[in-house]
């Protein structure tokens, strides 16, 4: 039998402001996957320790009728007795989506009732994951169970993309701040910063319009107009969303893209765990974080 994968994901743009309406551009991450096994076919101390983190889930949705009408708790108990977890190579607190894989992987393995409307889906599997964030989109999950990249417009429609739909003049890579992120206070950060009616009236007029910018001009391949969008949006996301940029990569957002041919912004919550960069030449940058100690991993 074939065994199903679910692949972590990468949000390109739209981290925090989606939130409030912006549109988001996402991407599965085709390097990070997770699939279903049992602890009698593979031992191993993080293998029951997921199984654990599965009972405690299974705890969770069985509170709550909502959940329950549309997931087989009994099936679901029943297969963790069994030995049941989902075996992971998505790093946890890195914003690739290890809970969003979790989360899709419960719902795909036990629905009783399949939600065909995307957005309704996006919702359902956001609640269920609030399990672990408190607070949750429903992007990542609903990336992770399509398997496919997607773009949330601002009048709340999904649009799937070739896999392909990256210019080949634009590639894509992860930095790893060696730091697990804490993504539910950093959430809770920027939801207490827009209470500030400065803060509110900035980040919609000059942070907002970039991210649409961003995912407009990477999806129409004009490159140059992409990076110094992107160069904006960067800029400000040290500006208004500090705590999310660590203190060790605050450097690599102020260099200049013509002395190393890439720029970079934050992945996911941000605050520890990857960080996004573009690169329009991969050996320039290449030589760069070797000489610099940043490790990357290409993922377009």
Not at 16 to 21: D, E
Not at 198 to 212: D, M, R, T
């Amino acid at each position: 039998m074939e065994i199903k994968h679910y692949f972590g994901k990468v949000i390109l743009f739209g981290e925090y402001s989606m939130i409030y309406g912006s549109p988001a551009l996402l991407m599965p991450l085709y390097t990070g996957s997770s699939h279903w096994d049992y602890i009698w076919r593979n031992h191993g101390k993080k293998n029951y320790s997921s199984n654990r983190s599965l009972h405690a889930f299974a705890n969770y949705l069985e509170k709550d009728a909502y959940f329950t009408e549309k997931i087989d708790i009994e099936k679901f108990r029943a297969e963790l007795k069994k030995g049941l977890f989902l075996d992971s190579c998505i790093p946890s607190g890195y914003g690739v989506g290890s809970s969003g894989a979790l989360t899709a992987a419960v719902y795909d393995r036990f629905k009783s009732t399949e939600i065909e409307d995307l957005l309704e889906l996006k919702k359902f599997l956001g609640d269920m994951e609030n399990c672990f964030h408190g607070s949750s989109s429903g992007l990542d999950p609903l990336q992770c169970y399509l398997g496919k990249p997607f773009i949330l417009t601002e009048d709340k429609k999904i649009t799937i993309l070739e896999k392909d739909f990256v210019p080949e003049d634009i590639h894509i890579f992860l930095i790893d701040s060696k730091i697990k992120s804490d993504t539910k206070s950093l959430v809770n950060y920027f939801k207490g910063q827009r209470e500030n009616p400065s803060y509110l009236k900035a980040f919609n007029e000059l942070y907002y319009p970039f991210v649409g910018r961003c995912i407009n001009s990477l999806v129409a391949g004009n490159t140059d107009k992409f990076f110094d969008d992107l160069l904006h949006l960067s800029y400000y996301q040290t500006v208004m969303l500090r705590p999310m940029v660590t203190d060790d990569m605050m450097p690599l957002f102020s260099l200049k893209r013509e002395n190393v041919h890439f720029q970079i912004k934050i992945c996911g919550s941000g605050g520890g765990g990857y960080f996004l960069g573009f690169a329009d030449d991969v050996e320039k940058t290449n030589e760069f974080m070797k000489e610099n100690d940043y490790p990357i991993t290409w993922i377009v």
